[in-house]
């Protein structure tokens, strides 16, 4: 009847909605988790409405799958999603991560956390009962995974696994790796799951994902119909010189309340870069199933932060790594950057090495001779170094330090250590000592109130005293190339960055004497001691 014709119509739309979600919890189990049951970080249910790009990932079934990302991208809460999903079919995941530390953060912040937040995932998560660390392992549904980091061999054996899931692997150790693999040879189902930010070219997910299909993410130009890949340097930006660069919004600047605008590569006229996209593979038919995702595409990312931070990058291999890396998702290949004559010549003044100063900061290399380079920081232009010499004893460091009224001083703290503390106990709290390091991972520098020490990332803070001379931030006096008979500028020019093979990270490496380069090195970071500590600043902030 009619009066029974609305319930009929309504009954028919739910048993649509539930055959629906059927079909969704076989054919795309960890879609179905996704849109049914879980929750990001924030306790919120995913949406997708403004990620389109994330639904071909969550579709697919392939037993391969790399992805090449940059952050912000979603691509955290599919990998737990895929983890659980295969659980639930009673499979067991091994999901690797760079360090036993982030393995353990990232249990107890997310696995955990869910289990509090999601009623299903409460019902399904078990603690093991056999005395395993629940930070390791953890049942879910007829399955188990266990969560693993990369620097403990010892965590590579004894579990047999369907799937392997390493998260960052340009951050997990690469000969551990290897026994990964090895988890899968009892398993009918060998599935692979590899993301992470990309670091050098042919390197870890770069390489992993130039082995797939390599799917890129393309949008429709409204106006003439072109589908494009959007990529930075043609969509956004144009090159002017070797070192400058412009916006192709030119109606935009600092301060404008809107968002920079993108181009059409082919008829120059405004896209959305989020409207509705596809990905289309690069390498049609291969088997393994890549994706490259891009913060060109993030609706949680502005154009102009991504303008902003390469701005600052210009001159600065590590914030240009950052920047190709963590927000376009590609790869960064450094052209082996090093200092020059031209370079120095460009950062000359009109001045010769001073004999006084009323403030300033020092930085000495110790060797067989001690290697000085002092600045004067209370100028309102660009800082300038008055003075370059090098010198047998520390007792003739002493009458230095009162000459140029130095502030603060920066010290390398070997091979001499005891003569160095000998000569920061002479100076009350003015001398610092400072110790590199290169270990890959670590915080870029540390500082010790207590004992005036600093433990500082021997790359990254030679690059940041590099940029300052590429970017012509600093004056050197006229005579520069005749101090220490030329020693100066074949020392400032002696290092060369370059990548690593053995490491896995770019260095800056000598190729002769190189004492004044790490005296400029030490006196930059002295003067930005006395900028308020302004140096933890800037480094820890290229940590995020």
């Known amino acids: 009847s009619k009066s029974e014709k609305p319930s009929t119509d309504l009954q028919n739309l739910l048993d649509l909605e539930l055959n629906l979600m059927e079909l969704l919890q076989v054919e795309y189990p960890r879609l179905y988790l996704a849109l049914v049951h879980h929750k990001n970080t924030k306790g919120e249910s995913l949406d997708f409405s403004d990620k389109k790009y994330l639904l071909p990932i969550y579709r697919d079934n392939s037993q391969e799958i790399k992805i090449k990302k940059a952050v912000q991208m979603g691509v955290s809460e599919w990998a737990i999603c895929e983890a659980f999903a295969l659980c639930d079919k009673g499979l067991g995941v091994f999901y690797v991560h760079p360090t036993q530390v982030l393995r353990s953060a990232f249990v107890k912040n997310r696995i955990d956390r869910l289990k509090e937040t999601v009623p299903y995932y409460n019902k399904q998560l078990k603690e093991f009962k056999e005395g395993a660390d629940s930070a390791v392992m953890k049942h879910f549904g007829k399955g188990v995974v266990k ?16 799937c392997v899931i390493v998260d960052e692997k340009d951050r997990c150790n690469s000969d551990n790796l290897l026994y990964a693999q090895d988890r899968l040879q009892a398993s009918k189902f060998k599935y692979i799951r590899e993301i992470g930010n990309p670091t050098v070219e042919g390197i870890g997910i770069d390489k992993s994902f130039k082995d797939s299909d390599q799917k890129q ?10 589908w494009q890949c959007l990529d930075f340097f043609i969509n956004i930006v144009r090159q002017k010189t070797d070192s400058t660069y412009e916006l192709l919004d030119l109606e935009w600047k600092d301060g404008t309340p809107r968002d ?10 405004v896209v959305d870069r989020l409207s ?12 393994i199933s890549g994706y490259q995702l891009s913060n060109l595409f993030s609706p949680t990312v502005l154009i102009k932060e991504l303008w902003e931070l390469f701005n600052k990058s210009l001159g600065d291999e590590t914030i240009k790594q950052v920047f190709f890396n963590s927000r376009l998702g590609v790869a960064f290949t450094s052209t082996g950057a090093k200092l020059s004559l031209p370079l120095l010549e460009a950062c000359m003044g009109d001045y010769a090495n001073l004999t006084t100063s009323t403030g300033s900061a020092m930085g000495i290399d110790v060797g067989a001779w001690l290697h000085v380079i002092i600045r004067e920081v209370n100028e309102k232009g660009n800082p300038r170094i008055i003075h370059i010499g090098s010198y047998r004893t520390f007792e003739e460091l002493d009458g230095i330090m009162i000459q140029f009224n130095v502030r603060v001083g920066v010290i390398d703290a070997k091979p001499e250590t005891r003569k160095a503390k000998e000569f920061q106990s002479k100076h009350n709290r003015k001398i610092w000592l400072c110790d590199y390091f290169t270990q890959p991972n670590l915080q870029a520098i540390k ?3 207590d004992d005036r020490t600093i433990n500082a990332d021997r ?4 690059d940041s005293s590099h940029a300052e001379i590429l970017n012509k931030k600093i004056l050197l006096p006229k005579n520069y190339k005749s101090l220490d008979k030329g020693g100066f500028v074949s020392q400032m020019c002696a290092p060369t960055r370059i990548w690593d093979e053995d490491d896995q990270r770019f260095k800056w490496v000598e190729g002769e004497a190189d004492h004044y380069r790490h005296a400029d090195n030490y006196a930059w970071m002295a003067s930005q001691l006395i900028g308020n500590s302004m140096l933890i600043g800037i480094l820890e902030s290229r940590e995020e």
Do not use: Y
Request: proline letters at 7%; aromatic letters at 12%; one cysteine or more.
């Open 217 to 226: 993410w393309l949008i429709k130009c409204p106006h003439c119909n072109e």
């Open 276 to 287: 509705e996209g596809e990905f289309i593979p690069m390498q049609p038919g291969h088997k």
């Open 260 to 269: 920079i605008f993108v181009f059409c590569r082919n008829c120059g006229r």
């Open 147 to 162: 969560f693993v980091g990369s620097n403990a061999l010892n965590e590579f054996i004894e579990f047999p696994a369907d």
């Open 459 to 462: 790359t990254q803070t030679l």
């Open 447 to 449: 500082r010790n109130e």
